[in-house]
């Protein structure tokens, strides 16, 4: 079992810096506009020679009411006849992108995210798992991982019986916050029983895992209205959390413009509600997995970072890293093989392209052997927490030392701190430092000397 995580504040205050999530490595903010459906064809054709497994991530944008702190791409309607040329435009999509792969290749992870997905009727619903399955090997055995993100505010009972019927089996509820005054202050009421008969109706259903989104830094939040929210939480029995930093960039989010700045709480307030979040965390059973990821530890997160087969993708963090992952709809990003890219986030553009039976590609880039150097690299420490050189050495026919002997003052620098263990054969990142091990992995990061720091949020 992975050591305890151990709370430091002084290498929290001089290690918490602006960086990337690393759900990629490059990062998106690398992709660029000469990748187009091309490159993309080509390396659907190399997935289909490799007969390599899939992973299908589906963007339905639609919200009926704008959350103020929310930063997905999403469109604001009370119109559900939206839906209708949304789905027309994206199942073309999933047929173009499927002519180009093997029927043997199976789908063992699907995710539908958003927006809310369940702004679509049953029957759009129906209609869309229906195209799905027609033209992807879908399997039908409840063994793959098949999850939606839901909203209690729009399923009942009667939508969790559908969504299980059409397959899924995990489920991923906002829920944020339950306190009203906080609730009221990002435009998200939600009661705890909403919330509850939902994970109720999913239990009852025999849904495989209940994952439950949190978010603390948002306006009104203390230290103890938030603690109050974990308790309750914790009372619900997740199978997983995810507690994330809520990053206020009003100048690249519009609805964030909504917020009262003066209403969110201080650093060291923001500070307090980790560190205790954590405590109550810890102390009811939950594993950190990395990042702001929490599990229950025979969930199959826990299990595969202590098997050491830990992956991260665009979906986070998975058991399915090995798949290639198919992003359909908005703004949904692609990762296959060592191609990145992603379609463009403007809804009319992406329904135009599709209306004239071209893919949406707008954007993305292909990783060279640098890259994927880096890649497994970082890989490697965000997921396990640390790195055996021989491992890389024997996967890239480098010398690590000899490869990377730039970095050694600052890995150097990091293990004086007490961030990780710095050995001759290896690195760990220690218990003090995994809070922290988004500032590790931003080392080895060739491209972040180029990048601006305020296009990410604070590691903490």
């Not at 809310?116 to 991982?145: I, V, Y």
């Not at 906080?182 to 109720?200: C, F, G, H, P, Y």
């Not at 396990?384 to 050694?408: C, H, P, S, V």
Request: charged share 25%.
């Amino acid at each position: 079992m992975l050591d305890a995580i151990r709370w430091d504040s002084d290498l929290i205050r001089r290690y918490d810096l602006a960086g990337p999530r690393y759900t990629s490595y490059p990062t998106a903010v690398q992709f660029h506009g000469q990748v187009g459906t091309f490159d993309l064809f080509h390396a659907l054709r190399d997935s289909r020679k490799a007969q390599r497994p899939l992973s299908l991530y589906v963007h339905v944008p639609f919200c009926a009411n704008i959350c103020y702190y929310c930063a997905c791409n999403k469109v604001i309607t009370k119109d559900r006849g939206r839906a209708q040329p949304y789905l027309q435009r994206l199942e073309q999509e999933i047929q173009l992108i499927a002519c180009h792969l093997d029927p043997a290749q199976t789908v063992e992870q699907l995710h539908f995210g958003g927006g809310t997905p369940t702004f679509l009727s049953h029957d759009e619903l129906r209609q869309l798992m229906a195209h799905l399955r027609k033209h992807f090997n879908l399997l039908n055995d409840d063994s793959g991982d098949y999850g939606i993100e839901i909203d209690p505010r729009e399923a009942d009972w009667s939508t969790m019986g559908l969504l299980r019927e059409l397959g899924f089996n995990r489920v991923s509820i906002g829920l944020q916050d339950l306190d009203p005054a906080v609730q009221r202050a990002v435009n998200r009421l939600q009661s705890l029983e909403e919330t509850r008969a939902v994970i109720d109706a999913a239990r009852t259903l025999q849904f495989r895992s209940i994952n439950i989104d949190l978010i603390y830094g948002l306006p009104k939040q203390t230290p103890d209205n938030f603690a109050r929210t974990v308790e309750e939480v914790i009372s619900l029995q997740p199978d997983r959390l995810s507690v994330f930093n809520y990053a206020h960039l009003p100048e690249r989010f519009m609805p964030q413009r909504r917020i009262n700045s003066s209403e969110l709480p201080s650093p060291a307030h923001k500070l307090e509600m980790l560190q205790r979040t954590i405590e109550q965390l810890t102390a009811a059973g939950y594993r950190y997995i990395g990042m702001d990821h929490f599990a229950l530890p025979d969930d199959e997160l826990a299990i595969a970072q202590e098997e050491q087969t830990l992956q991260r993708n665009f979906q986070g963090y998975t058991t399915h890293g090995h798949c290639d992952l198919i992003g359909l709809g908005v703004s949904a990003i692609s990762q296959i093989g060592d191609l990145y890219c992603q379609n463009s986030s403007d809804l009319n553009a992406y329904q135009n392209s599709l209306a004239s039976a071209q893919l949406a590609t707008s954007r993305g880039l292909v990783c060279n052997a640098d890259d994927r150097l880096r890649r497994a690299v970082i890989q490697q420490l965000i997921c396990n927490f640390k790195l055996e050189f021989a491992e890389i050495e024997q996967q890239f026919n480098i010398d690590f030392q000899g490869y990377f002997g730039a970095l050694w003052p600052q890995l150097q620098g990091m293990a004086e701190d007490g961030l990780i263990r710095f050995e001759r054969e290896r690195i760990e990142v220690l218990p003090a430092g995994r809070l922290l091990v988004r500032s590790v992995c931003m080392v080895f990061d060739a491209y972040l000397e180029q990048q601006n720091r305020q296009r990410f949020s604070r590691v903490i």
